[in-house]
């Protein structure tokens, strides 16, 4: 069965980091990419960040410099790094992964920055 379970987030003050996980069953090999999504109170879901299966990295404007999306393939997960992050960063942040014809969610982990 396939599963992107998300975990890492939490509160934290402005200008902070927070590393936010992505765990992939049954294996992250089987997806053709992932990607880091996140969304706010009456805003729509938006991309953070994605990565192919070959490594190739895409960001949204709005986090280059601050973002980095990465995996590790033994532990099959899949991770975001932020950094400076500023009370706009807030959301519910998905993982998200490509897989055959169909894209698979996770159930979001709740990130606040705080002022």
């Known amino acids: 069965q396939v599963k992107l379970v998300e975990s890492g987030g939490g509160l934290v003050q402005a200008g902070g980091s927070l590393r936010l996980s992505c765990a992939a069953s049954p294996s992250i090999f089987a997806f053709k990419a992932m990607g880091w999504y996140r969304q706010s109170p009456g805003n729509e879901r938006e991309l953070v960040a994605t990565m192919t299966a070959g490594g190739t990295t895409n960001y949204a404007d709005s986090v280059k410099g601050r973002a980095t999306i990465s995996k590790n393939n033994a532990r099959n997960t899949m991770y975001l790094q932020m950094n400076s992050l500023k009370p706009d960063d807030s959301g519910v942040y998905y993982c998200?992964?490509?897989?055959?014809?169909?894209?698979?969610w996770g159930q979001g982990t709740q990130v606040t920055v705080s002022s």
């Open positions: 998200n992964g490509a897989i055959g014809a169909s894209v698979a």
